[in-house]
């Protein structure tokens, strides 16, 4: 056979499928994520400087240091993972999640890293700035009336557009890596090994969907640590309610907090009380008034599930302070308090939906000298 009829007989390479074709676009976006992961450094920890309990010392994780501003950027990435390893999406997924704010925030920013279409669904009180850095990122905004209803209009939304629906209360609790190096609690206590009490007497967090609780919880189990956990929640959330009483798994209609983040009005699958040894309800004039005396005492904003944190916090530090007991205390400092310039430090807000936060922020100022509540 002559070269030239060689030629032309020589076998065509092998085109790749489409499922290689997929495969090697999850293996690009698990890259891009985990690149972006190693160009963030670490959140601070930082000692909350008060004077009323000698011997006991409260530190705030701060976690408004992520690029997406909010603790709520550990879970995206974590789901966005979870999503892509498990094959339920690809390069023309369309992502849609449920949330209060800050979880899309940080989702649209990893959907925008992938290149994907991102439509979250938040009820339509949710702060201005929250859904500004949703649109910022490169997300799409739809409203429904009232929390309740986010569950069954994402899914719907997913089932119209073809896309996938992530589902953070579900997902939550599974896709942290609690046993390995990427999680809050291992931060925690790689942080706090050279304080004067490296073992913390608590760890205080709040529960949205019940993540972060669960991974806190499985870390100090699985690192045999004395730790104790307590959850800080929302007077008016089902969470606490269900800790006390399993068979409570639902509010009754109208009980609804202004604090966004955490609490719910029914049970969500991530929720995981077993790991939780012991939870504090907290009104929402306290985590208001926390936060503004917070502010007082740092020179800077917070976020209102950060009050919430810091009030249950206090609780505790009163109680050690009567006992005698000594020791070392973490919480979250889950976002920057600028996103809440309209609503949580807006003086017009907060009387139009009569929360009269100021004895609190009085009993508080007054916690940071005596140490006692």
């Not at 925030?105 to 439509?119: D, H, K, P, T």
């Not at 997902?171 to 809050?184: F, L, P, S």
């Not at 800080?232 to 604090?259: K, L, M, N, W």
């Not at 530090?317 to 600028?338: F, H, N, P, Q, Y």
């Amino acid at each position: 056979m002559t070269p030239h009829l060689q030629r032309l007989h020589r076998p065509e390479p092998d085109r790749p499928t489409a499922s290689a074709l997929r495969r090697a676009w999850t293996q690009d976006a698990v890259q891009l994520i985990a690149a972006d992961a190693r160009r963030t450094a670490d959140t601070n920890l930082i000692r909350l400087p008060f004077s009323g309990a000698p011997g006991i010392a409260l530190y705030l994780k701060d976690e408004s240091t992520h690029p997406t501003g909010s603790l709520k950027h550990r879970l995206a990435r974590a789901l966005f993972l979870h999503a892509l390893c498990s094959g339920w999406i690809g390069p023309d997924s369309t992502i849609v999640e449920a949330s209060s704010g800050s979880t899309a925030v940080s989702e649209a920013y990893f959907a925008r890293l992938l290149g994907l279409r991102f439509l979250a669904v938040v009820p339509r009180s949710v702060a201005a700035a929250k859904v500004a850095a949703i649109s910022r990122h490169g997300g799409e905004i739809r409203y429904v009336d009232s929390a309740a209803d986010i569950h069954r209009a994402s899914l719907a939304l997913a089932c119209e557009t073809g896309g996938h629906y992530m589902d953070q209360f579900t997902y939550a609790e599974r896709v942290c890596d609690w046993r390995g190096e990427d999680n809050i609690a291992r931060s925690i206590f790689s942080q706090m090994s050279a304080e004067a009490d490296p073992i913390p007497a608590w760890l205080v967090c709040g529960a949205g969907t019940g993540g972060t609780s669960a991974t806190i919880g499985r870390f100090i189990r699985y690192r045999r640590l004395p730790t104790r956990l307590c959850v800080a929640d929302p007077q008016d959330s089902v969470f606490h309610r269900h800790y006390h009483d399993r068979a409570t798994i639902a509010v009754p209609d109208g009980e609804q907090s202004c604090i966004e983040g955490i609490g719910r009005g029914a049970v969500e699958p991530s929720f995981i009380p077993e790991l939780i040894d012991r939870m504090l309800p907290v009104s929402d004039a306290q985590s208001i008034g926390a936060l503004r005396a917070v502010w007082e005492l740092l020179g800077r904003r917070c976020g209102g599930s950060t009050g919430t944190n810091i009030w249950a916090a206090a609780q505790l530090i009163s109680e050690m302070k009567r006992a005698g007991e000594t020791g070392s205390l973490v919480t979250i400092l889950c976002d920057d308090g600028e996103r809440y310039a309209d609503t949580y430090f807006s003086d017009a807000w907060l009387l139009e939906r009569g929360v009269d936060w100021r004895p609190e922020r009085a009993r508080m100022t007054a916690f940071f000298e005596s140490g006692c509540l």
